[in-house]
């Protein structure tokens, strides 16, 4: 695996494997390597990509300083685990090659409307337009590839698709399924900050979800069931939403057809989040 830094050998570097006819897959991260990672990185292996894995914690996707501060860095764990997972190139830049102004504000930042506002837009102002730069900037230094994207963030996920269509960038998009403990918990770096109590409530988030799949009926009748489930189960409910899938706009009660659950919770002071395909049935 080779190990890199610096911006303009990281734009050689992509270009060199290009000229060479391999395909570069891309899958930005922030570090603290887990197993959602790594379904990423077999599946840039699995089309037989020259896998590029970056790692950047991006300051200004966090809306809170102590947040940030907060944030899990694992270097070390997670060099070795990239070498393991196959990875062929790890960069990992330096802040002030991402952002040389930075704490000053930098002058552009990269906006992506309506999808970014609501949900986790709305409790956290400023994420996504951190999220859309950071994710620019990546995809301008490494140029044309395939990236990968977990579907556990994915409103994220519809951000970035947005992004990169409406700004014309030659990268494809790769969706990868939301991987879960055999529990059915959706992986994420917080699970590790749940006690056994507290990771058998945050279970209700996964099961408001199936819950909602198995309705056959109405938008509301899902968030209905889910707010629910959630209340049952102590979760202070950040929301419990059915949308569409690309735009994320909210799914009226006469609107028929595959649609996206998508739930957000507090347990035990650690936010979570999850969501799945649903089928809703419109009232007739
Ligand atoms: O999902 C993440 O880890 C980050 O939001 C990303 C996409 C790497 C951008 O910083």
């Not at 699995?46 to 790692?55: F, H, K, Q, S």
């Not at 408001?208 to 009748?221: F, M, T, V």
Request: charge should be negative.
């Amino acid at each position: 695996m080779q190990r890199l830094t610096g911006v303009e050998r990281w734009r050689r570097l992509a270009d060199e494997q290009r000229a060479a006819g391999r395909r570069i897959g891309l899958v930005p991260t922030m570090g603290a390597l887990h197993r959602g990672h790594e379904s990423l990185v077999a599946a840039a292996r699995a089309n037989g990509d020259y896998v590029l894995l970056t790692i950047f914690v991006n300051p200004r996707q966090f809306d809170r300083p102590d947040d940030l501060r907060a944030y899990p860095r694992t270097p070390e764990h997670d060099r070795a685990l990239a070498a393991d997972m196959g990875v062929d190139a790890l960069v990992e830049p330096a802040l002030d090659e991402m952002w040389p102004a930075y704490p000053d504000a930098t002058a552009t930042t990269v906006s992506v409307r309506g999808v970014s506002d609501a949900l986790e837009g709305a409790g956290r102002p400023g994420h996504f337009d951190g999220v859309a730069s950071v994710v620019a900037k990546l995809a301008v230094i490494t140029g044309p590839c395939r990236a990968y994207f977990g579907e556990k963030d994915f409103q994220q996920l519809a951000v970035v698709r947005r992004l990169l269509f409406d700004l014309g960038f030659d990268v494809t998009v790769v969706g990868c399924p939301i991987v879960r403990d055999s529990d059915g918990l959706a992986i994420s770096s917080r699970n590790v900050r749940l006690d056994p109590s507290a990771r058998t409530r945050a279970l209700s988030l996964h099961e408001a979800l199936d819950r909602a799949a198995s309705i056959e009926g109405p938008a509301e009748s899902m968030r209905s069931v889910m707010r629910d489930v959630l209340a049952a189960a102590s979760v202070e409910m950040a929301y419990a939403e059915v949308v569409d899938p690309l735009t994320l706009e909210r799914t009226g009660d006469d609107e028929t057809g595959p649609r996206r659950a998508l739930v957000a919770g507090v347990v035990d002071g650690v936010r979570l989040i999850d969501n799945r395909e649903v089928y809703v049935r419109g009232r007739a």
